[in-house]
């Protein structure tokens, strides 16, 4: 009766899947959002569920669109369940000159990184007021802070991440919500695969401690920082093996 509920969005692959795995082990009830990789989605479903005996609800949609996020937390407010913790996972990266983009892939990368939070937090806070409390962890990135070459969307749009956590943390703490970021640095997912093995290489010599984050490390993060310290909030931190 008491079991508590996340939802993260951007759940298939990568940090998302990997966060999931996390909430699950700490028998949390899950709702878990893609987009495109259904597929992989639904395997995940089945692991966790005979891995942990915790029942997972599966949401496919474009987190960024209005109608699907209203229709998304309207299903989780029917239900019953309490929403105690969400994640803000989805992203999308661009790599590219600023002057050969168009401003369909502008708004693009902004919408998916960015808009999807202000939409999803939106409508999660209503659902937390009523139980006066609540977590809530927006992925962010290290661009975000120091900006990236070729990356100028994705960038603008990490920024944007931080100063919306650091605002609406303020905005909510009165009423027993925390709200946090993470800039992660290079994690070993999908999202990094355009790279070669010389690329790879390059990369992690940049980095003190030699490699790349695991998915796995990165899901953990989420979760110690959602769930493990209460006076924690309007914070972006940042996970990197020292790199910037």
């Not at 089945?46 to 960024?64: F, K, M, N, P, T």
């Not at 661009?143 to 609406?168: D, M, P, Q, R």
Request: proline share 2%; net charge negative; glycine share 8%.
């Amino acid at each position: 009766m008491n079991q508590k509920t996340v939802l993260i969005t951007g759940a298939s692959r990568g940090i998302g899947r990997a966060c999931a795995r996390t909430f699950a082990e700490h028998g949390y009830h899950l709702v878990l959002n893609c987009h495109q990789h259904v597929d992989y989605l639904e395997s995940l479903r089945c692991e966790l569920e005979q891995e942990y005996a915790v029942s997972c609800r599966l949401s496919h949609g474009d987190i960024s669109d209005e109608v699907y996020v209203d229709s998304l937390f309207a299903e989780i407010a029917d239900s019953g369940d309490s929403l105690d913790v969400l994640i803000n996972n989805a992203g999308i990266a661009h790599m590219g000159l600023l002057q050969d983009m168009t401003l369909e892939q502008w708004n693009r990368v902004l919408n998916v990184n960015l808009t999807s939070q202000f939409l999803c937090c939106r409508r999660a806070v209503p659902l937390m007021l009523k139980q006066h409390r609540g977590s809530i962890v927006n992925t962010s990135s290290v661009w975000g802070i120091h900006g990236a070459s070729c990356e100028a969307a994705y960038s603008a749009a990490k920024g944007g991440v931080n100063a919306f956590t650091k605002a609406l943390a303020r905005e909510l703490a009165p009423s027993g919500i925390r709200v946090n970021a993470v800039a992660f640095g290079a994690v070993d997912t999908d999202m990094n695969q355009m790279l070669d093995a010389g690329e790879r290489g390059i990369l992690c010599d940049e980095i003190p401690l030699g490699r790349m984050a695991e998915p796995h490390e990165a899901g953990a993060f989420l979760y110690d920082i959602a769930c493990c310290h209460p006076y924690l909030t309007a914070q972006v931190l940042t996970l990197d093996g020292g790199w910037m």
